[in-house]
């Protein structure tokens, strides 16, 4: 379970882009009515508002401990299988979860400049993206560091192997997958 705080500011987290979409309607709505004046940049809103809400919804999901593609798809299992499936989960959602929270943040701040067809900024739809992932990978760090000693040994040795034939595979393979 998470701690009262993570709680508190979950909640908070979620209300946010709940809260500022129905005031988005409203305005699109009025101005559209009343001043017969569309406003374009509804959508490009909407859009952030979407991507927003879905991954903080996402790392709501990781700060109670809940995974609904594991639980889902560990019911259909045997216990011993379904709790591997749970610890491997957990040892991969730090990994995966900052990645994305790397490179969202990271396109933000190369389309810094840039704008939407309606003239917003293009940054806005990564930040909220980034933002949330990071709160992901902060709750999966959280949940990740409380396992015990030895299956956290054993999830970076899985880590490690598979950073190993990741290499390998660069190294012996025709044409590498390096940057350049």
Same mark, same amino acid.
């Given at each position: ?11 908070? %987290? ?7 979409? #129905? ?6 709505? !009025?101005? *559209?009515?009343?001043?017969?004046? #569309? ?11 979407? &991507?927003?809400?879905?991954?903080? @919804?996402?790392? =709501?999901?990781?700060? *109670?401990?809940?995974?609904? @593609? ?7 299992? *045997? ?5 591997? =499936?749970? $610890? *491997? ?10 990645? &994305? ?11 810094? @400049? ?16 980034? !933002?949330?992932?990071? /709160? ?9 560091? $409380? $396992? ?8 970076? !040795?899985?880590?490690?192997?598979? %950073?190993?034939?990741? %290499?390998?595979?660069?190294?012996? =393979?025709?044409?590498? /997958?390096?940057?350049?």
């Amino acid at each position: 379970m998470s701690s009262p705080t993570v709680a508190q500011t979950d909640r908070c %987290r979620r209300g946010t882009p709940a809260a500022a979409e #129905p005031h988005r309607v409203v305005a699109s709505v !009025l101005l *559209r009515s009343w001043f017969n004046a #569309p406003v374009e940049w509804a959508d490009d809103v909407a859009r952030g508002l979407m &991507v927003g809400s879905s991954f903080f @919804g996402a790392a =709501s999901a990781i700060a *109670r401990a809940e995974n609904p @593609g594991v639980s889902s798809s560990s019911t259909c299992c *045997r216990p011993v299988r379904a709790a591997s =499936s749970i $610890r *491997r989960a957990r040892c991969w959602s730090p990994w995966v979860s900052g990645y &994305v929270a790397w490179t969202a943040l990271a396109l933000g701040w190369l389309t810094t @400049g840039q704008t939407t067809g309606s003239g917003l900024p293009l940054e806005l739809t990564f930040y909220p993206m980034g !933002l949330g992932a990071l /709160c992901m990978t902060l709750f999966a760090l959280d949940i990740f560091r $409380r $396992r015990p000693a030895a299956e956290l040994a054993g999830g970076v !040795l899985v880590v490690a192997a598979r %950073r190993a034939l990741y %290499r390998a595979w660069d190294r012996l =393979s025709p044409v590498p /997958c390096r940057r350049r």
